[in-house]
C-alpha cells in the first residue's frame, strides 16, 4: 500500500536547510577566533584574580541572597482533610 502525502513549499525548504553543510571557514578566519577566545579566557583570567573585582563579586553574592531571602513568609498552616471538606460545602452553599 503506497501514501501519498503532500507537502507546502515552505517545509520543504526547511528540510533541505536542515541537510546542508555549514560553509566551511578558511585557515585564516579559525585562527583569528581562537585568537579571540585565547585573549577572552586571559582577561577572564586575570580579572579573576584581581582582589577588586573577587571583592565586589562576593558584595554582589551576598547582596542578591538578601534579596531572594526578603520576600518569605512563614509556611502557612497546612488544613486537614475534614477542614477542607467543610470549606467545599460552605461555598456550594
Known sequence: M???TTISASMAALAIETLRTPPQLSVKARIGEAKRVAERASARDQSATD???????TLATSLSLDFLD?????PQQQ???????????DTEE
Open 79 to 89: 488544613a486537614s482533610l475534614h477542614m477542607a471538606e467543610a470549606a467545599y460545602r
Open 70 to 74: 526578603a520576600g518569605q513568609q512563614p
Open 2 to 4: 503506497v501514501q501519498v
Open 51 to 57: 582582589p577588586t573585582v573577587t571583592g565586589a563579586m
